[in-house]
């Protein structure tokens, strides 16, 4: 649960809520289709709760379970086109969210009672976070040790070598997070290190409906990330 109760399913909604009314220019209601009438309306629904590559923690962490809610929104009529145009133009122009053009099946619309239209898929990605547990008690004197701090550049690219912006990359268990500007690149600044046991940095990547982790080699001059578009 999120720290105001919602689950991850409602916050995944509500986050993707917000976006498409920055997009459209005003609210869109959440609920399923409705049989096609001349209002003007765009409707959202969660559609779909689909798997999400998974990652390891190490000792007593615990990473969360990660996972894809896949929505459904569709115009209620012909005069909801214009809004469904707006949302198209603005995943495709850099957004976070990934939009599919699958929504065509002629047994989805036949399961909500009505008939086909226009819609658009959009996944988003969103966890279960389990509780950190508590930490045991100290029971011999602390030893500090100063660390170094890692600075360094990279590239998050999808498929022949596109630049992919808007990808938000984090160093886990530390306060760092950045984006991916036009081109694709990255800057890690000031990330703790300690010098006594070297080796990769592990980077988590959320945005396009993923969320991956990879690790890269700090002292690496040209790093470069390969994003695979989704499964479908």
Known sequence: MSTDGRGPIETATTELSGWLATAVGRSVPVGP?????DTDELTL????????????GSGAVREPYRFTVRHLLCAAGPAGLPGLDRVLAAATGGSAYAVLLEAGDPGLWAAF???????????????????????????????????????????????EDQPLA??????????????????????VVGVPHDPEHPGPVRLRLTGRGQVLTAEV??????????????PR
Do not use: K
């Not at 289709?33 to 009438?37: E, G, N």
């Not at 629904?45 to 390891?56: H, I, S």
């Not at 080699?217 to 989704?230: K, L, N, Q």
């Open 33 to 37: 289709p409705r049989p096609v009438d």
């Open 45 to 56: 629904w969660p559609l779909e709760l689909r798997p999400d590559r998974q990652t390891r």
């Open 113 to 159: 009672g009505t008939v086909p239209r226009p819609a658009l898929l959009i996944d988003v990605p969103t966890q279960v976070a389990h509780p950190t547990p508590a930490a045991p008690p100290v029971l011999r004197p602390l030893r500090l040790r100063q660390l170094a701090s890692l600075s360094f550049t990279g590239r998050v690219v999808g498929p």
């Open 166 to 187: 808007a990808m938000r990359v984090e160093v886990p268990g530390t306060a760092y997070v950045t984006s991916t500007d036009t081109g694709g690149r990255f800057r």
């Open 217 to 230: 080699d700090p002292a690496e001059r040209d790093i470069v990330i390969v994003c695979a578009p989704p």
